[in-house]
């Protein structure tokens, strides 16, 4: 178990770029898959983006093209370098840690998007 702290939101306007950054209180190389979520109020939550341990990425249709996600096994972070972003982006974004026994969660960071 690992416990995670996300940092780096805030409120941007339309076209700005934010970068999100998790830190987590244990080692993750070993940890499979790193993750950013997000929830928006009324919405159900959704994966944003998702990092393998051996560097595979997914993204959400929504954000491909706008958002990379990486990991640095060294450090115990997970970043979300966000541009372009737009107001339907506006979202509680937490990180995630997920593998077999493991499903760990962040706080959140809050992300505000104005139009």
């Known amino acids: 178990q690992v416990q995670l702290v996300e940092s780096g939101g805030g409120l941007v306007q339309t076209g700005g770029s934010l970068r999100l950054s998790c830190a987590a209180s244990g080692s993750i190389a070993s940890i499979e898959f790193m993750g950013w979520y997000r929830q928006a109020p009324g919405k159900q939550l959704e994966l944003v983006a998702r990092?393998?341990?051996?560097?595979?990425?997914n993204y959400a249709d929504s954000v491909k093209g706008r958002v990379t996600i990486s990991r640095d096994n060294a450090k115990n972070t997970v970043d979300l370098q966000m541009n372009s972003l737009k107001p339907e982006d506006t979202a509680v974004y937490l990180c995630?840690?997920?593998?077999?026994?493991?499903?760990?969660w962040g706080q959140g960071t809050q992300v505000t998007v104005s139009s």
């Open positions: 990092i393998s341990s051996a560097g595979s990425t």
């Open positions: 995630n840690a997920a593998d077999e026994g493991i499903d760990d």
